[in-house]
């Protein structure tokens, strides 16, 4: 059975850093592109950053240029680097894996329970 579990998630005041970590097991997890995601309340989940397994990444516009996503194949991880955090960025954030390369809820076949991040202004 194909399991994610994130950790890393806390209370962080705006301007602040925080490091998410998603440990997967049960799959070749190497094949597969993984993501991370997020819900505020009241609001659809979005895609926030995406990595395939060659080391591509792609980014949600709204993140851009203060979030980095890495992965080591080898130790089945999956990091998210959030620096210059904002109110706005506050929500649950969700790991998951599928086997289509896009920053796309739908594409995703395997998720992980998330991990609250709480930005306070």
């Known amino acids: 059975q194909v399991q994610l579990v994130e950790s890393g998630g806390g209370s962080v005041q705006s301007g602040g850093s925080l490091r998410l970590s998603c440990a997967a097991s049960g799959y070749s997890y190497s094949i597969y592109s993984m993501g991370w995601f997020r819900q505020a309340p009241g609001k659809e989940r979005e895609g926030v950053a995406a990595i395939n397994s060659g080391g591509l990444r792609i980014y949600a516009d709204s993140v851009k240029g203060r979030f980095a996503i890495s992965r080591d194949n080898a130790k089945n991880t999956l990091s998210l680097l959030m620096n210059s955090l904002k109110a706005e960025d506050t929500a649950m954030y969700y790991c998951?894996?599928?086997?289509?390369?896009?920053?796309?809820?739908?594409?995703?076949?395997?998720w992980g329970q998330g991990t609250q991040v709480t930005v306070s202004s």
């Open positions: 998951a894996a599928g086997p289509v390369f896009r920053l796309n809820v739908p594409d995703y076949t395997d």
